[in-house]
């Protein structure tokens, strides 16, 4: 069913090992708590050498495919197509083709075709730090940070459509149901904190994106893999975590018991369930999840000096520094990967970058919500001395196109065929640049990046041979980048 596992890690080749019958019985014996600290033990047995099986080990910590330059991975994504040519690529030849028509680019690659006139930038584009990046009046936050980042300029994706392309900057690929990132990072190197999750998503308080949950799926990967999503609308960011004070502790022991019989007897019925096993882990990390999650989000904790870093109490960002900073806290504890997600699902008002109707308008309602806490995150993990072995990972599905959408509009369409992102912190040059696009950001005029070339990076940075991250699947030994990938070294220390 799978391919050869590695002597030295089992885990990166094939599907991880099931839960055996006999572990299932031995884990289950005393409920959740049981549960938690049987897993416990054999964790610490095994890491001591004198037993244990793989299967109990599935979420700790293993050995990458060689020395890593980061230990963890902090990624922001801006739903909606932040436009490139009004953020971080200034492109002078806008401003002299203002109100003229495109010419000698082909066919319209927005989403809705219309045809419209160059527009320039509404913003005014300044040189900053020592490295002299070009940012826009748009992010004056994240213009005080450019020495400390690498914008990559010629991105390509494949799709000028929101989910598709969303779906293939989160998994590789533009049909839903395939892992995304965080949990193929879960399946290969596992947690550094049996309490906390391995991944972590935190959606903008405003709603989910578009596709929802298939972003943070485990797809075929095995269930544990998946994203643990937090509520970031209120003070509980986990739902049911804990048990309602109107249940009696009694009655809780009771409940307890009565599903230990019962999972005894599943087990017993189905010996090698991977499902149910998955599911069992879960409510491992659920049980210890309910004394580690309040003291990983207490905010509260944080001094005045850092909730003012991030603009914590300011309404302009819509409850988006909240996670940012949560985000730095759970780095801190061990969580792996923490995906924070800028901007909601389409409708109207526009909760996102997608800005059609009125870019200045749009992205000057959701700048105001990102780049204070953004910047904010990458100095606290800068002055902390995490950003030594943290992969900081900004990006967004595609970029905004140079012409307006429609003759007289204010607004830009979709634009796959080059954007910006851009990478900090472990093993990434400082104050860099890589790639470019053309005079007015329409095309990549040099060294393109497509999605698979960005993960296999992501990857190559966490020590792992995004060729050799594999999980068999209906015939094929399937990887995040898929039969892609080329690492960007022109980019690494």
């Given at each position: 069913?799978?391919?050869?596992?590695?002597?030295?890690?089992?885990?990166?080749?094939?599907?991880?090992?099931?839960?055996?019958?006999?572990?299932?019985?031995?884990?289950?014996?005393?409920?959740?708590?049981?549960?938690?600290?049987?897993?416990?033990?054999?964790?610490?047995?095994?890491?001591?050498?004198?037993?244990?099986?793989?299967?109990?080990?599935?979420r700790s910590a293993r050995a990458p495919h060689f020395a890593p330059k980061a230990k963890r991975v902090v990624q922001v994504f801006c739903c909606g197509g932040v436009s490139h040519i009004d953020s971080f690529d200034y492109k002078p030849a806008l401003e002299r083709l203002?109100?003229?028509?495109?010419?000698?680019?082909?066919?319209?690659?927005?989403?809705?075709?219309?045809?419209?006139?160059?527009?320039?930038?509404?913003?005014?584009?300044?040189?900053?730090?020592q490295s002299g990046a070009w940012v826009s009046s748009l992010l004056p936050h994240l213009a005080g940070c450019v020495d400390d980042l690498c914008f990559i300029h010629s991105m390509f994706a494949k799709s000028n459509n929101h989910t598709p392309a969303t779906f293939q900057?989160?998994?590789?690929?533009?049909?839903?149901?395939?892992?995304?990132?965080?949990?193929?990072?879960?399946?290969?190197?596992?947690?550094?904190?049996?309490?906390?999750?391995?991944?972590?998503?935190?959606?903008?308080?405003?709603?989910?994106?578009?596709?929802?949950?298939?972003?943070?799926?485990?797809?075929?990967?095995?269930?544990?893999?998946?994203?643990?999503?937090?509520?970031?609308?209120?003070?509980?960011?986990?739902?049911?975590?804990?048990?309602?004070?109107?249940?009696?502790?009694?009655?809780?022991?009771?409940?307890?018991?009565?599903?230990?019989?019962?999972?005894?007897?599943?087990?017993?019925?189905?010996?090698?369930?991977?499902?149910?096993?998955?599911?069992?882990?879960?409510?491992?990390?659920?049980?210890?999840?309910?004394?580690?999650?309040?003291?990983?989000?207490?905010?509260?904790?944080?001094?005045?000096?850092?909730?003012?870093?991030?603009?914590?109490?300011?309404?302009?960002?819509?409850?988006f520094a909240r996670n940012c900073l949560m985000a730095r806290r759970l780095l801190e504890r061990g969580v792996r990967f923490v995906q924070i997600f800028n901007g909601g699902a389409f409708g109207s008002p526009r909760i996102n970058w997608d800005g059609h109707e009125n870019?200045?308008?749009?992205?000057?309602?959701?700048?105001?919500?990102?780049?204070?806490?953004?910047?904010?995150?990458?100095?606290?993990?800068?002055?902390?001395?995490?950003?030594?072995?943290?992969?900081?990972?900004?990006?967004?599905?595609?970029?905004?196109?140079?012409?307006?959408?429609?003759?007289?509009?204010?607004?830009?369409?979709?634009?796959?065929?080059?954007?910006?992102?851009?990478?900090?912190?472990?093993?990434?040059?400082?104050?860099?640049?890589?790639?470019?696009?053309?005079?007015?950001?329409?095309?990549?005029?040099?060294?393109?990046?497509?999605?698979?070339?960005?993960?296999?990076?992501?990857?190559?940075?966490?020590?792992?041979?995004?060729?050799?991250?594999?999980?068999?699947?209906?015939?094929?030994?399937?990887?995040?980048?898929?039969?892609?990938?080329?690492?960007?070294?022109?980019?690494?220390?």
């Amino acid at each position: 069913m799978s391919a050869d596992p590695s002597p030295s890690n089992p885990w990166i080749h094939g599907p991880a090992p099931v839960l055996s019958r006999r572990h299932f019985l031995s884990n289950t014996a005393g409920g959740l708590g049981g549960v938690a600290l049987a897993w416990l033990l054999h964790r610490d047995q095994a890491r001591a050498g004198t037993g244990g099986e793989p299967g109990v080990l599935q979420r700790s910590a293993r050995a990458p495919h060689f020395a890593p330059k980061a230990k963890r991975v902090v990624q922001v994504f801006c739903c909606g197509g932040v436009s490139h040519i009004d953020s971080f690529d200034y492109k002078p030849a806008l401003e002299r083709l203002d109100g003229k028509t495109l010419e000698g680019k082909g066919e319209n690659l927005g989403f809705f075709g219309q045809p419209g006139r160059v527009m320039k930038s509404p913003y005014e584009f300044r040189q900053h730090g020592q490295s002299g990046a070009w940012v826009s009046s748009l992010l004056p936050h994240l213009a005080g940070c450019v020495d400390d980042l690498c914008f990559i300029h010629s991105m390509f994706a494949k799709s000028n459509n929101h989910t598709p392309a969303t779906f293939q900057m989160n998994s590789g690929f533009t049909l839903n149901g395939f892992p995304c990132m965080g949990a193929w990072l879960s399946y290969g190197l596992g947690t550094e904190n049996e309490n906390l999750p391995a991944f972590v998503v935190l959606p903008d308080p405003r709603g989910l994106i578009a596709g929802g949950s298939i972003n943070w799926t485990s797809g075929f990967l095995p269930a544990n893999h998946q994203g643990v999503p937090f509520r970031t609308q209120g003070r509980e960011p986990i739902a049911d975590l804990n048990t309602p004070e109107s249940v009696p502790a009694a009655a809780r022991s009771a409940d307890l018991h009565f599903l230990d019989t019962m999972n005894r007897e599943f087990a017993e019925a189905h010996p090698g369930d991977s499902a149910f096993a998955a599911r069992l882990r879960s409510y491992e990390l659920a049980a210890r999840m309910q004394v580690s999650i309040p003291e990983a989000t207490n905010l509260d904790a944080e001094s005045e000096a850092t909730r003012r870093l991030y603009g914590v109490d300011k309404e302009a960002n819509k409850g988006f520094a909240r996670n940012c900073l949560m985000a730095r806290r759970l780095l801190e504890r061990g969580v792996r990967f923490v995906q924070i997600f800028n901007g909601g699902a389409f409708g109207s008002p526009r909760i996102n970058w997608d800005g059609h109707e009125n870019l200045k308008e749009n992205h000057d309602t959701q700048a105001a919500t990102m780049d204070q806490p953004v910047a904010a995150l990458v100095q606290d993990l800068k002055q902390r001395g995490m950003l030594e072995d943290t992969l900081f990972v900004w990006s967004t599905e595609f970029g905004r196109g140079p012409a307006t959408q429609g003759i007289g509009s204010t607004g830009r369409d979709h634009h796959p065929t080059a954007f910006t992102c851009f990478l900090a912190g472990a093993g990434i040059r400082k104050g860099f640049r890589y790639g470019s696009s053309d005079e007015v950001g329409y095309f990549v005029a040099e060294n393109q990046v497509t999605i698979p070339d960005f993960h296999a990076t992501i990857l190559h940075l966490l020590g792992i041979d995004h060729e050799k991250l594999t999980f068999y699947h209906n015939g094929i030994n399937r990887r995040l980048t898929d039969v892609h990938g080329e690492v960007l070294h022109g980019i690494l220390t």
